[in-house]
């Protein structure tokens, strides 16, 4: 078995933390010293200008490119496709070229698990790979939770997420079913809090009361912050642009927490 971890960051809901989480968590576990991909998986490209490639429309290699030469039986050139950021990690680009994505798959067999294959020889190079999904719940999303162990699920403390949250469960919970039995849920972060408000709060004990005893809720909180999104126009992560902010710590304790969660449990109850 391979020792690499891939873990797709999604939930269907627009705005809600997901790009800005991939890149801080996977740039924090670089700054542990793991070996870190990023793929972005959104037709956006939001995570590709995020990491400072803003005209990502003139790329010419993308992970569009990527699936094209699986779909079409070519050689996967890797080497061409993966981009380097200054903070250590490696990142392969999505721009709008991934939309049409849905289409081409039409007539491929096992559809639903192109990036899965494509992944495969990069898991001996890897500590960790993100994938950073699009806010829908369509093939993309599920070709990242096919190919993924783990999935990280994003929830803004600004409203009630219940809804939402049972549709991504469900299709999760297809997938396991269905796809990828190896997946598993690494855990709810709670992005965009305003701690100022009586909402966040209220909004943070809804979350830990309602999934908590199923789901690992994090105990890292990140707060609203302009600097979370001015390190994002910036390129850089948010401890290379502000590296005391609270945002940074809390980032850092996610990505510890993240970390530590890969590790067997102390199982007390034998000594008992
Ligand atoms: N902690 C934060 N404090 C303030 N603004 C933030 C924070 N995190 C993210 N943002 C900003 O909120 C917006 C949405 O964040 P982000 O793009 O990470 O969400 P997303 O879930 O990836 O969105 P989409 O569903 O469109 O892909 C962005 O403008 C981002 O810069
Ligand atoms: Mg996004």
Redesign the pocket.
């Known amino acids: 078995m391979s020792k690499c971890k891939v873990i797709a960051v999604a939930?269907q809901?627009?705005?809600?933390?997901?790009?800005?989480?991939?890149e801080n968590v996977a740039i924090g576990l670089a700054r542990n010293g793991k070996e870190v991909l990023i793929i972005d998986f959104?037709p956006?490209g939001?995570l590709t200008a995020?990491l400072g490639w803003k005209n990502n429309d003139a790329l010419e290699n993308t992970v569009s490119t990527m699936l094209d030469d699986y779909i079409n039986d070519k050689d996967i050139r890797y080497a061409s496709l993966i981009l380097k950021h200054e903070e250590d990690v490696d990142v392969i680009p999505a721009n709008i070229e991934l939309a049409d994505f849905e289409m081409r798959l039409v007539s491929v067999i096992n559809r639903e698990q192109v990036l899965s294959s494509c992944l495969e020889p990069l898991r001996n190079r890897y500590d960790y790979i993100l994938i950073?999904c699009?806010?829908s719940l369509g093939m993309l999303t599920v070709n990242a939770l096919s190919a993924a162990d783990q999935v990280l699920i994003?929830v803004q403390a600004q409203y009630l997420p219940a809804k939402g949250m049972t549709k991504l469960l469900q299709t999760i919970n297809k997938v396991q079913r269905k796809i990828n039995s190896n997946l598993t849920i690494a855990g709810v972060a709670i992005?965009?809090a305003d701690m100022k408000t009586n909402l966040a709060k209220s909004t943070i004990e809804t979350i830990r009361d309602s999934f908590g005893r199923n789901i690992r809720v994090f105990d890292s909180v990140?707060?609203?912050?302009?600097k979370?999104?001015e390190a994002?126009?910036s390129g850089k992560s948010i401890y290379s642009y502000a590296k005391d902010s609270k945002?940074a710590s809390a980032y850092s304790l996610l990505t510890d927490e993240l970390i530590s969660s890969g590790k067997p449990k102390q199982r007390n109850d034998f000594e008992r």
Request: charged share 15%; hydrophobic share 25%.
């Open positions: 939930n809901k627009g705005g809600v933390g997901k790009t800005t989480t991939t959104d956006q939001d995020c950073d699009p806010p994003p992005t965009l990140i707060p609203v912050a302009t979370a999104g994002s126009i945002v």
